[in-house]
């Protein structure tokens, strides 16, 4: 063991020996604890200036808490990039609320385990394409929830599925971002979300994160998988994206319409907020469709 100052501790080093507080007495940590930022800074809060640790160049660092910095950080950056913290800068005063909203969402997010688990793998297998994609997702569904008014326990579900909807690519790391894929690699891939409902259901995340996994890629007008879902048969609240490339939400669907609901838009071609949400009848609208169901 080794005995260096409290201001040379790196997260990762492994504590000698157990720390007790000058004044009371009391335990502060075991030894042998890894040493986090959080327990770094007590330390220094007890006014406790140097301690042993058993080894100085050795860091014992669990793969997710490496992951769960970078996540928090690529998350807010995404949703500050399409929702500014100045009010100049957005269309919507109340986005700047819903930014906020959504980051502090985002910090529930990774205190999640089993989530930080799949997103390390996904990092792992393709970080260009699965790793960031879903970071993109996640930023921009947690800001439409946020915008469309939704608490935070809801903005929490749609964050976890949109942010882990392509996990059952896992499975075959082989297809993603292939841009040619053979008849049977094609059945293969949309398969993918099956894969990632079951992968979910095994850790028991809650039904509603599963089922947004399950239908991500239901069409509304039935072309989609893996359950070819079709017209109101997809949840109503579905997050989709128009051939205008606009994004909304579904919040009225007429059965004697067909796949030609009334959909909320919250963001424009280019994904900025709207100062106000418009509603898009396709009904009325009959050059406008639904391109996919995010």
Known sequence: MIRIYTDELIQGMVLGDSIYCKQTGKLLLVGGTILSEATIK?????????????????????????????????LDLEIIKHAPDSLEANTSDNMVHVSKIAREVVSELIEDEIILNFCTEMKILNNEYLFKHSVNTCAISLLVAGAMGLGKNQMYIIGAGALLHDIGLCEMPFL???HEMTPQQTLLWQQHPI????????????????????????????????????????????LVRLTTKEVGVVVNVRKNLGPRPIVRIYFNRVNRSLSEAKDVDLGVENTIFIEEVL
Request: zero cysteines; proline letters at 5%; glycine letters at 8%.
């Open 176 to 178: 993603i971002d292939l």
């Open 195 to 238: 894969y990632g409902y079951y992968f979910a259901k095994e850790k028991n995340l809650s039904p509603e994160i599963t089922e947004i996994i399950h239908y991500h890629h239901e069409r509304w007008n039935g072309s989609g998988f893996p359950e070819e879902l079709k017209g109101n048969n997809i949840p109503l609240g579905s």
């Open 42 to 74: 007590l330390l220094k809060q007890n006014g406790i200036s140097t301690v042993k640790i058993v080894d100085r160049y050795t860091l014992f660092v669990k793969p997710t808490e490496t992951i769960s910095k970078e996540l928090k950080q690529a």
